[in-house]
């Protein structure tokens, strides 16, 4: 899927997807129930890519169905880059020392080479992780954070969520952002340094800015239900708590 350069003023590029990061959406994070992929994608076509895994593509309509979920995916990352609402960070891989034993402090090994990689922030709440690695940019996951944009939560506050729990986890480290963070909570170990905000207004870090910029966000960023209005002078309001009425 074509998308902008990591500086956002490059020419379009070309982002592949390798099939075993396409199976694991579709095995794994489409089968969690609180990640609302049928109503990002629609039914139809959220439940026809679960069901491709895990023999993968074997048909014309097969591989139409994950070039549906790719253009998707595609739309979704370029309105994220077009806000801008991204952060932009080196990752690398660690392999703890051998010589961290039992409960004590975890020491660092091998740190392997960093590859530039960004997060990006849909409008749909979901994330979409892509790195830079072997001269090509590859999308690496795509998935819902259900604590804070899962099916239960309004499509509005999906983003919004998302965007908080990202500034929080990445604000608080020592010394402030651009501070290499150990990652304790993934699977993989790995670092990320030189994180970066962009944009710093969008994110709501911009000094003298509103603390919550995509409040104001436009098409294609879901917005809350306007506020009802109130009725005319004069006309009965809706009693008080405890009866009576009120006009």
Not at 55 to 61: E, F, M, P, V
Not at 222 to 247: E, K, N, Y
Request: proline share 13%.
């Amino acid at each position: 899927m074509p998308l902008y350069e990591g500086d956002l003023e490059r020419p379009l590029v070309s982002v592949v997807t390798e099939t075993h990061v396409w199976r694991k959406i579709g095995e794994k994070h489409m089968a969690k129930p609180r990640e609302p992929w049928d109503e990002w994608l629609g039914a139809p076509l959220a439940t026809a890519f679960q069901a491709l895994w895990p023999l993968g593509c074997r048909t014309a309509a097969d591989r139409a169905t994950v070039a549906g979920v790719s253009d998707r995916v595609r739309e979704a990352a370029l309105a994220a880059l077009a806000a801008p609402l991204l952060m932009k960070y080196d990752y690398s891989r660690y392999t703890p020392s051998s010589a961290a034993s039992g409960t004590g402090p975890r020491r660092i090994g091998d740190i392997g080479r960093p590859e530039p990689s960004e997060r990006l922030v849909l409008p749909s709440g979901a994330r979409v992780e892509l790195r830079h690695g072997k001269g090509v940019w590859s999308m690496r996951t795509c998935y819902f954070d259900d604590d804070v944009a899962g099916r239960d939560v309004p499509l509005w506050r999906r983003y919004r969520q998302l965007v908080t729990k990202l500034r929080a986890r990445y604000l608080v480290a020592p010394g402030g952002p651009g501070t290499s963070i150990v990652s304790s909570d993934r699977k993989e170990d790995s670092i990320e340094t030189g994180i970066e905000f962009v944009s710093r207004y969008n994110w709501g870090l911009e000094p003298g800015g509103p603390p919550e910029p995509w409040n104001d966000f436009g098409d294609p960023w879901p917005q809350p239900p306007p506020v009802p209005a109130a009725p005319p002078p004069g006309l009965l309001r809706p009693p008080p708590p405890g009866g009576g009425t009120s006009s």
